[in-house]
């Protein structure tokens, strides 16, 4: 079978523009998103640093508890909207716990910051993979 160079018309740039597209910007992902549901058993707060290489950190902040719990600085994988945009517009962080992996897949949405989070677990428990979706916005 031949190696597919691009799978769909969204993989090329536009017409007469090079292949290579411009570095990816976060700026409009970073800061300190708060979860819209105080009351959320998920994910409080997300707190997002650009890493100054075309890259983001993400640390996160599980909520329920009388204290967020810090999950930790991970870095976080940018996404345009295109491949000739440069812009931001969502993320991927992936957070290991030994037991369990929550994979973040986050994406702006209007001004807000859509959240889903797989949780996937690795103890041999049984317990399911389950997934979960919050709304954040920049106070």
């Not at 890493?51 to 999950?71: L, Q, S």
């Not at 991927?92 to 001004?111: D, E, I, M, P, Q």
Request: proline share 7%.
């Amino acid at each position: 079978m031949e190696t597919l160079r691009f799978a769909r018309a969204r993989d090329l740039p536009p017409e007469g523009e090079p292949l290579e597209g411009p570095a990816l910007d976060p700026s409009s992902l970073v800061g300190t998103w708060v979860n819209f549901d105080a009351a959320s058993r998920g994910i409080a707060r997300l707190v997002i640093k650009d890493d100054g290489a075309g890259g983001m950190t993400v640390r996160t902040f599980g909520a329920g508890f009388d204290e967020p719990r810090d999950w930790g600085e991970v870095p976080g994988h940018p996404f345009s909207d295109g491949v000739a945009l440069s812009p931001a517009v969502a993320f991927t962080a992936l957070h290991h716990f030994g037991s369990r992996t929550v994979t973040l897949a986050c994406y702006l949405n209007k001004c807000l910051l859509v959240v889903d989070a797989y949780t996937r677990f690795q103890d041999g428990s049984g317990r399911s993979g389950y997934f979960a979706r919050d709304h954040f916005y920049i106070p």
